[in-house]
């Protein structure tokens, strides 16, 4: 449930449910920039909150131009700030605007689909086999940032991020681990507040 509205669907789930025969760029634009407020729960058991804080989250539409996967870093489409979102570029001074909902199923969200975009509170995110906080994980309470591969985030070793490069670390730093994880594990729990 929302804290303060009605969601305009179910979590997990996106507005057209990958039904392509349905979709347009403007299908339901209405929903665009939605803010709601999710159960702060985890997919394999959502019936079951983590703990009693929320999930902030807001409407988007994919404009990727394919499917978007849970957890995949996301920016805002050119000409679109609050609407529409790609896959976040790869790289410095890049910022990232959410990260895709956590709970959608394996087939991602297909394009010109809406779906709930996480910007605040944990998100399992996607990231990449790179750099490691210390030895070869990623260590709860450390920052992570944008990777260079698209969608995709990584850490660095210091958790004040300093062996990121200056120019870089303003714009592109996501959230701290949650839980300490391998980096080659492919996710993390991560606390994001984009704001």
Same mark, same amino acid.
């Given at each position: 449930?929302?804290?303060?509205?009605?969601?305009?669907? !179910?979590?997990?789930?996106?507005?057209?449910?990958?039904?392509?025969?349905?979709?347009?760029?403007?299908?339901?634009? =209405?929903?665009?920039? !939605?803010? +709601?407020?999710?159960?702060?729960?985890?997919?394999?058991?959502? @019936?079951?909150?983590?703990?009693?804080?929320?999930?902030?989250?807001?409407?988007?539409?994919?404009?990727?131009?394919?499917?978007?996967?849970?957890?995949?870093? +996301?920016?805002?489409?050119?000409?679109?700030?609050?609407?529409?979102?790609?896959?976040?570029?790869?790289?410095?001074?890049?910022?990232?605007?959410?990260?895709?909902?956590? =709970?959608?199923?394996?087939?991602? +969200?297909?394009?010109?689909?809406?779906?709930?975009?996480?910007? @605040?509170?944990?998100?399992?995110?996607?990231?990449?086999?790179?750099?490691? =906080?210390?030895?070869?994980?990623?260590? @709860?309470?450390?920052?992570?940032?944008?990777?260079?591969?698209?969608?995709?985030?990584?850490?660095?070793?210091?958790?004040?991020?300093?062996?990121?490069?200056?120019?870089?670390?303003?714009?592109?730093?996501?959230?701290?681990?949650?839980?300490?994880?391998?980096?080659?594990?492919?996710?993390?729990?991560?606390?994001?507040?984009?704001?």
């Amino acid at each position: 449930m929302s804290r303060y509205n009605k969601l305009p669907f !179910q979590r997990g789930k996106t507005a057209y449910q990958n039904n392509s025969d349905d979709l347009t760029v403007t299908t339901l634009a =209405h929903l665009e920039g !939605q803010k +709601v407020y999710l159960p702060n729960s985890a997919a394999a058991t959502p @019936e079951t909150r983590r703990n009693g804080t929320d999930v902030v989250a807001v409407v988007v539409r994919n404009v990727e131009g394919s499917a978007l996967a849970a957890g995949t870093a +996301v920016q805002w489409k050119t000409g679109y700030h609050g609407t529409r979102v790609e896959a976040a570029d790869g790289g410095a001074e890049k910022a990232v605007a959410g990260f895709v909902d956590d =709970h959608i199923g394996s087939g991602g +969200v297909q394009n010109n689909d809406l779906f709930y975009m996480i910007v @605040e509170g944990p998100v399992v995110a996607v990231t990449l086999d790179g750099t490691a =906080h210390t030895g070869s994980n990623y260590v @709860e309470g450390y920052r992570m940032f944008l990777s260079g591969t698209s969608g995709k985030i990584e850490g660095f070793a210091d958790a004040d991020g300093s062996l990121k490069t200056t120019a870089s670390a303003p714009f592109n730093s996501v959230g701290r681990v949650l839980t300490t994880v391998a980096k080659d594990a492919g996710t993390v729990l991560l606390d994001v507040k984009i704001t």
